[in-house]
Nanobody, 124 residues
Framework: QVQLVESGGGLVQAGGSLGLSCAAS????????MGWFRQAPGKGREFVAA????????YYADSVKGRFTISRDNAKNTVYLQMNSLKPEDTAVYYC?????????????????WGQGTQVTVSS
C-alpha cells in the first residue's frame, strides 16, 4: 500500500505561480510512475502531467504545456508540480497518483494509488 499526501495548493491571481508537492510512502519510489490529475466542479478527472520512475520521460496535457513542470526527487520520495502563468481555467482539485511500473501513463485508470487532493483556485 502506498500513501500519497499532496500539499501546496491555495489561492493565486491569474498569471501567478504555485508549486505542489506529493510525498509518497513507497519503499521503492523509483519503481513507480507518478502523475498529476485535476478535477474541476462538474467535470471529470483530467490528466495534467506524468513522469516516469527514473524521471527520464515526462508528459503534459496540451492545456498546460509550457506552463507546468513535473519533476521528482527519488531520494525524498516526492513528486512536484510547478505551475506558472496560471489561468482561471486551471482552478480544480489537483490529485497526485502512483502506479507500479516505471512507464508514465496519461490516463487515470492504470494508477493504483491516489492522494486526497489539494485545491488550487486561480482568480481573474
Amino acid at each position: 500500500q502506498v500513501q500519497l499526501v499532496e500539499s501546496g495548493g491555495g489561492l493565486v491571481q491569474a498569471g501567478g505561480s504555485l508549486g505542489l508537492s506529493c510525498a509518497a510512502s513507497a519503499r521503492t519510489f523509483s519503481r513507480y510512475a507518478m502523475g498529476w490529475f485535476r478535477q474541476a466542479p462538474g467535470k471529470g478527472r483530467e490528466f495534467v502531467a506524468a513522469i516516469s520512475g527514473s524521471a527520464g520521460t515526462t508528459y503534459y496535457a496540451d492545456s498546460v504545456k509550457g506552463r507546468f513542470t513535473i519533476s521528482r526527487d527519488n531520494a525524498k520520495n516526492t513528486v512536484y508540480l510547478q505551475m506558472n502563468s496560471l489561468k482561471p481555467e486551471d482552478t480544480a482539485v489537483y490529485y497526485c497518483a502512483a502506479r507500479y511500473g516505471v512507464v508514465a501513463i496519461t490516463t487515470p485508470h492504470p494508477y493504483d494509488y491516489w492522494g486526497q487532493g489539494t485545491q488550487v483556485t486561480v482568480s481573474s
